[in-house]
Protein backbone atom coordinates (compact mmCIF):
# COMPACT_ATOMS: atom_id res chain seq x y z
CA UNK A 1 0.00 0.00 0.00
CA UNK A 2 2.91 2.24 0.32
CA UNK A 3 3.62 2.29 -3.39
CA UNK A 4 -0.28 3.19 -4.21
CA UNK A 5 -3.27 4.79 -2.63
CA UNK A 6 -6.75 3.20 -2.37
CA UNK A 7 -8.49 5.80 -4.96
CA UNK A 8 -6.05 4.21 -7.45
CA UNK A 9 -7.20 0.58 -6.47
CA UNK A 10 -10.66 2.09 -6.64
CA UNK A 11 -10.11 3.20 -9.80
CA UNK A 12 -9.02 0.26 -11.01
CA UNK A 13 -11.21 -1.83 -9.78
CA UNK A 14 -13.82 0.16 -11.72
CA UNK A 15 -12.12 0.05 -14.99
CA UNK A 16 -11.84 -3.77 -14.86
CA UNK A 17 -15.88 -4.17 -13.74
CA UNK A 18 -16.96 -2.16 -16.65
CA UNK A 19 -14.26 -3.07 -18.99
CA UNK A 20 -14.23 0.45 -20.16
CA UNK A 21 -12.31 3.86 -18.94
CA UNK A 22 -15.00 5.86 -19.78
CA UNK A 23 -18.03 4.03 -18.06
CA UNK A 24 -15.60 3.96 -15.07
CA UNK A 25 -15.23 7.79 -15.25
CA UNK A 26 -18.93 8.21 -15.71
CA UNK A 27 -19.33 6.00 -12.21
CA UNK A 28 -16.96 7.24 -9.95
CA UNK A 29 -17.64 10.96 -11.17
CA UNK A 30 -14.43 11.60 -12.59
CA UNK A 31 -13.23 12.84 -15.91
CA UNK A 32 -11.55 10.43 -18.24
CA UNK A 33 -7.91 11.87 -18.21
CA UNK A 34 -7.96 11.74 -14.18
CA UNK A 35 -9.14 8.30 -14.67
CA UNK A 36 -6.19 7.17 -16.77
CA UNK A 37 -3.64 8.97 -14.72
CA UNK A 38 -4.35 7.26 -11.94
CA UNK A 39 -4.50 3.76 -13.92
CA UNK A 40 -0.78 4.87 -15.32
CA UNK A 41 0.49 5.91 -11.41
CA UNK A 42 -0.37 2.24 -10.09
CA UNK A 43 1.07 0.45 -13.18
CA UNK A 44 4.02 2.78 -12.57
CA UNK A 45 4.26 1.79 -8.70
CA UNK A 46 3.38 -2.17 -9.70
CA UNK A 47 6.03 -2.08 -12.54
CA UNK A 48 3.50 -4.05 -14.39
CA UNK A 49 0.39 -3.60 -17.27
CA UNK A 50 -2.85 -4.07 -15.87
CA UNK A 51 -4.68 -3.87 -19.21
CA UNK A 52 -4.60 -4.68 -22.45
CA UNK A 53 -5.13 -1.60 -24.64
CA UNK A 54 -4.44 -3.17 -28.01
CA UNK A 55 -8.33 -3.71 -28.69
CA UNK A 56 -11.28 -2.05 -29.07
CA UNK A 57 -12.46 -3.26 -26.01
CA UNK A 58 -9.91 -2.75 -22.77
CA UNK A 59 -9.17 -6.57 -21.36
CA UNK A 60 -7.40 -7.22 -18.30
CA UNK A 61 -3.43 -8.63 -18.64
CA UNK A 62 -2.88 -11.82 -16.14
CA UNK A 63 -1.03 -8.92 -13.49
CA UNK A 64 -4.66 -7.14 -13.94
CA UNK A 65 -6.34 -9.99 -13.11
CA UNK A 66 -4.60 -11.19 -10.39
CA UNK A 67 -4.99 -7.25 -8.86
CA UNK A 68 -8.91 -7.88 -10.08
CA UNK A 69 -8.86 -10.64 -7.72
CA UNK A 70 -7.54 -9.06 -4.76
CA UNK A 71 -9.98 -5.53 -5.41
CA UNK A 72 -12.28 -7.45 -5.17
CA UNK A 73 -12.07 -9.02 -2.32
CA UNK A 74 -10.88 -5.78 -1.06
CA UNK A 75 -14.15 -3.89 -2.05
CA UNK A 76 -16.47 -7.03 -1.03
CA UNK A 77 -14.86 -6.86 2.66
CA UNK A 78 -15.33 -2.70 2.56
CA UNK A 79 -19.04 -3.34 1.77
CA UNK A 80 -19.86 -5.90 4.71
CA UNK A 81 -17.97 -3.02 6.83
CA UNK A 82 -20.04 -0.18 5.60
CA UNK A 83 -23.23 -2.62 5.95
CA UNK A 84 -22.54 -3.47 9.26
CA UNK A 85 -22.21 -0.09 10.52
CA UNK A 86 -25.36 0.97 8.47
CA UNK A 87 -27.09 -1.66 10.47
CA UNK A 88 -25.73 -0.86 13.82
CA UNK A 89 -26.67 2.40 13.47
CA UNK A 90 -30.07 2.00 12.58
CA UNK A 91 -30.16 -0.41 15.42
CA UNK A 92 -30.63 -3.52 13.19
CA UNK A 93 -27.47 -5.21 15.12
CA UNK A 94 -25.54 -4.06 18.21
CA UNK A 95 -25.47 -4.89 21.64
CA UNK A 96 -25.86 -3.26 24.68
CA UNK A 97 -24.75 -4.33 28.57
CA UNK A 98 -26.48 -3.14 31.68
CA UNK A 99 -25.09 -3.55 35.45
CA UNK A 100 -27.64 -3.15 37.98
CA UNK A 101 -28.63 -3.00 41.82
CA UNK A 102 -30.99 -6.12 42.94
CA UNK A 103 -33.82 -3.86 43.18
CA UNK A 104 -33.29 -2.29 40.07
CA UNK A 105 -32.73 -5.08 37.83
CA UNK A 106 -35.29 -7.47 39.31
CA UNK A 107 -38.37 -4.77 39.95
CA UNK A 108 -37.71 -1.75 37.38
CA UNK A 109 -35.65 -2.90 34.62
CA UNK A 110 -37.33 -6.04 33.46
CA UNK A 111 -41.00 -4.40 31.58
CA UNK A 112 -38.47 -1.65 30.07
CA UNK A 113 -36.17 -4.34 28.91
CA UNK A 114 -38.91 -6.03 27.64
CA UNK A 115 -40.44 -3.44 25.65
CA UNK A 116 -36.71 -2.49 24.09
CA UNK A 117 -36.20 -6.20 22.57
CA UNK A 118 -39.84 -5.86 20.94
CA UNK A 119 -38.61 -2.81 19.57
CA UNK A 120 -35.16 -3.50 18.57
CA UNK A 121 -34.93 -7.27 18.21
CA UNK A 122 -31.36 -7.01 16.63
CA UNK A 123 -30.08 -5.76 19.64
CA UNK A 124 -28.08 -8.24 21.80
CA UNK A 125 -28.91 -7.56 25.51
CA UNK A 126 -26.37 -8.80 28.55
CA UNK A 127 -27.47 -7.81 32.00
CA UNK A 128 -25.98 -8.06 35.06
CA UNK A 129 -26.79 -8.20 38.91
CA UNK A 130 -24.63 -6.94 41.29
CA UNK A 131 -24.58 -4.68 44.51
CA UNK A 132 -23.72 -0.99 44.32
CA UNK A 133 -19.90 -1.23 44.24
CA UNK A 134 -20.28 -3.79 41.66
CA UNK A 135 -22.22 -1.86 39.72
CA UNK A 136 -19.67 0.57 39.25
CA UNK A 137 -17.21 -1.97 39.26
CA UNK A 138 -18.80 -2.94 35.81
CA UNK A 139 -18.55 0.37 34.37
CA UNK A 140 -15.56 1.00 35.18
CA UNK A 141 -14.22 -2.12 33.71
CA UNK A 142 -16.40 -1.97 30.41
CA UNK A 143 -17.96 -4.93 31.57
CA UNK A 144 -21.06 -2.39 31.27
CA UNK A 145 -22.13 0.56 28.97
CA UNK A 146 -23.84 1.49 32.02
CA UNK A 147 -25.03 0.99 35.46
CA UNK A 148 -28.06 1.45 37.40
CA UNK A 149 -27.63 1.63 41.38
CA UNK A 150 -27.91 3.39 44.52
CA UNK A 151 -25.35 6.38 44.41
CA UNK A 152 -21.65 5.40 45.06
CA UNK A 153 -19.95 7.73 47.50
CA UNK A 154 -16.81 8.64 46.17
CA UNK A 155 -17.04 7.96 42.34
CA UNK A 156 -15.43 10.74 40.34
CA UNK A 157 -14.73 9.43 37.34
CA UNK A 158 -18.43 8.31 36.75
CA UNK A 159 -21.29 10.84 35.85
CA UNK A 160 -24.08 10.07 38.06
CA UNK A 161 -27.69 11.06 37.33
CA UNK A 162 -30.91 10.80 39.61
CA UNK A 163 -32.68 8.01 37.61
CA UNK A 164 -35.96 7.54 39.89
CA UNK A 165 -36.71 8.05 44.00
CA UNK A 166 -38.58 5.45 45.45
CA UNK A 167 -39.93 5.76 48.84
CA UNK A 168 -40.10 3.26 51.49
CA UNK A 169 -43.00 1.55 52.74
CA UNK A 170 -44.06 0.03 55.81
CA UNK A 171 -46.22 -3.47 55.24
CA UNK A 172 -47.53 -5.97 57.21
CA UNK A 173 -49.94 -8.60 57.04
CA UNK A 174 -53.70 -7.55 56.39
CA UNK A 175 -54.56 -9.84 59.41
CA UNK A 176 -51.57 -8.38 62.21
CA UNK A 177 -52.22 -6.52 64.99
CA UNK A 178 -50.39 -3.22 63.58
CA UNK A 179 -53.34 -3.01 60.86
CA UNK A 180 -56.50 -3.75 63.27
CA UNK A 181 -55.10 -0.46 65.41
CA UNK A 182 -56.57 1.38 62.48
CA UNK A 183 -54.54 4.49 63.25
CA UNK A 184 -50.65 5.33 62.17
CA UNK A 185 -48.13 3.94 64.90
CA UNK A 186 -46.26 5.62 66.82
CA UNK A 187 -42.41 5.79 65.72
CA UNK A 188 -42.22 4.64 69.72
CA UNK A 189 -45.20 1.90 68.94
CA UNK A 190 -42.84 0.97 65.28
CA UNK A 191 -39.99 0.61 67.07
CA UNK A 192 -41.58 -1.65 69.78
CA UNK A 193 -42.91 -3.74 66.71
CA UNK A 194 -41.11 -6.95 65.49
CA UNK A 195 -39.29 -5.33 62.35
CA UNK A 196 -37.79 -7.95 60.23
CA UNK A 197 -34.47 -6.37 59.22
CA UNK A 198 -32.05 -6.43 56.50
CA UNK A 199 -28.93 -8.47 57.01
CA UNK A 200 -26.23 -5.43 58.62
CA UNK A 201 -24.64 -2.51 56.07
CA UNK A 202 -27.67 -3.20 53.91
CA UNK A 203 -28.77 0.46 52.53
CA UNK A 204 -32.02 0.33 53.43
CA UNK A 205 -31.65 -0.86 57.33
CA UNK A 206 -29.14 1.67 57.26
CA UNK A 207 -31.69 4.55 56.35
CA UNK A 208 -34.07 3.04 59.10
CA UNK A 209 -31.62 3.14 61.94
CA UNK A 210 -30.56 6.61 61.15
CA UNK A 211 -34.87 7.74 60.86
CA UNK A 212 -35.41 5.45 64.22
CA UNK A 213 -32.20 7.81 66.24
CA UNK A 214 -33.71 10.85 65.02
CA UNK A 215 -37.05 9.96 66.44
CA UNK A 216 -35.21 9.22 70.17
CA UNK A 217 -35.76 5.36 69.24
CA UNK A 218 -32.01 4.10 68.20
CA UNK A 219 -33.49 0.82 70.08
CA UNK A 220 -35.72 -1.14 68.20
CA UNK A 221 -37.55 -5.18 68.09
CA UNK A 222 -35.57 -6.33 65.01
CA UNK A 223 -36.02 -10.01 66.13
CA UNK A 224 -35.19 -11.52 62.39
CA UNK A 225 -32.72 -10.40 59.97
CA UNK A 226 -32.52 -11.90 56.73
CA UNK A 227 -30.07 -11.47 53.64
CA UNK A 228 -33.23 -11.51 51.10
CA UNK A 229 -35.84 -9.54 50.19
CA UNK A 230 -38.37 -12.08 48.74
CA UNK A 231 -37.78 -13.85 52.49
CA UNK A 232 -38.50 -10.85 54.34
CA UNK A 233 -41.66 -10.39 52.19
CA UNK A 234 -42.73 -14.38 52.84
CA UNK A 235 -42.13 -13.87 56.25
CA UNK A 236 -44.76 -10.40 56.62
CA UNK A 237 -46.98 -11.95 54.54
CA UNK A 238 -46.93 -14.77 57.16
CA UNK A 239 -47.53 -12.27 60.21
CA UNK A 240 -44.40 -12.67 61.35
CA UNK A 241 -43.64 -8.68 61.28
CA UNK A 242 -43.16 -5.52 60.04
CA UNK A 243 -41.16 -4.79 57.24
CA UNK A 244 -39.48 -1.74 55.35
CA UNK A 245 -38.97 -1.82 51.03
CA UNK A 246 -39.03 -0.18 48.65
CA UNK A 247 -42.47 0.46 47.07
CA UNK A 248 -41.07 -0.90 43.65
CA UNK A 249 -40.23 -4.41 45.37
CA UNK A 250 -44.07 -4.93 46.75
CA UNK A 251 -46.42 -3.65 44.27
CA UNK A 252 -47.70 -7.29 43.53
CA UNK A 253 -48.08 -8.05 47.26
CA UNK A 254 -49.89 -5.08 47.87
CA UNK A 255 -52.06 -5.64 44.76
CA UNK A 256 -52.81 -8.97 45.55
CA UNK A 257 -53.69 -8.06 49.59
CA UNK A 258 -50.97 -10.13 50.90
CA UNK A 259 -49.64 -7.02 52.45
CA UNK A 260 -50.93 -4.45 53.16
CA UNK A 261 -49.98 -0.54 54.27
CA UNK A 262 -48.72 0.94 57.67
CA UNK A 263 -49.04 4.05 58.11
CA UNK A 264 -46.20 5.48 60.58
CA UNK A 265 -45.93 8.98 61.89
CA UNK A 266 -43.20 11.44 60.34
CA UNK A 267 -41.96 8.02 58.26
CA UNK A 268 -41.21 9.56 54.98
CA UNK A 269 -37.65 7.93 53.68
CA UNK A 270 -36.58 7.41 49.88
CA UNK A 271 -34.12 6.54 48.16
CA UNK A 272 -32.37 7.11 44.88
CA UNK A 273 -31.32 4.94 41.88
CA UNK A 274 -28.73 6.57 39.67
CA UNK A 275 -27.79 6.23 36.17
CA UNK A 276 -23.97 5.70 36.01
CA UNK A 277 -21.42 5.68 33.12
CA UNK A 278 -17.71 6.68 32.66
CA UNK A 279 -17.35 10.57 31.90
CA UNK A 280 -14.97 9.53 28.79
CA UNK A 281 -17.71 6.77 27.64
CA UNK A 282 -19.47 7.94 24.33
CA UNK A 283 -22.27 5.39 24.65
CA UNK A 284 -23.37 3.65 21.93
CA UNK A 285 -26.49 4.05 19.60
CA UNK A 286 -27.95 0.88 21.05
CA UNK A 287 -27.51 1.66 24.80
CA UNK A 288 -28.63 5.25 23.61
CA UNK A 289 -31.85 4.02 22.63
CA UNK A 290 -32.16 2.03 26.38
CA UNK A 291 -31.42 4.82 28.25
CA UNK A 292 -34.23 6.98 26.10
CA UNK A 293 -36.93 4.68 26.88
CA UNK A 294 -35.87 5.07 30.42
CA UNK A 295 -36.28 8.69 30.49
CA UNK A 296 -39.86 7.96 28.79
CA UNK A 297 -40.74 5.60 31.32
CA UNK A 298 -39.93 8.14 33.96
CA UNK A 299 -41.23 11.38 34.87
CA UNK A 300 -38.33 12.33 36.94
CA UNK A 301 -35.82 10.93 34.84
CA UNK A 302 -33.37 13.85 34.89
CA UNK A 303 -32.20 14.93 31.38
CA UNK A 304 -29.02 13.55 30.51
CA UNK A 305 -28.99 13.81 26.94
Known amino acids: MSLMNLDWLKTFHAVARCRSFSKAAEALYLTQPTVSSQIQKLEHSLKAPLFDRSRRQISLTPKGEILYNYTRRLF ?11 NFTELQ ?22 EYRRRYPGIELHLRIGNSEQVARDVRDLEADFGICARVVGAGDLVQYQLLSEPYRVLASPSSRW ?27 AKLEEWLAEQGEPHFCGSCSV ?15 LIVLPEMTVRRELESGQLVRVEVERFNLSTGYYLNYLKTANLSPAALKLVMLL ?7 MAIL
Do not use: W
Open 179 to 205: CAMGRPLLPSEFAKGCIITREKGARSQ
Open 295 to 301: KENRRDF
Open 93 to 114: SGHVSVSASAVVGTYYLPPLIS
Open 227 to 241: NSMELAKQLAVCGMG
Open 76 to 86: ELFGEIDNAFQ
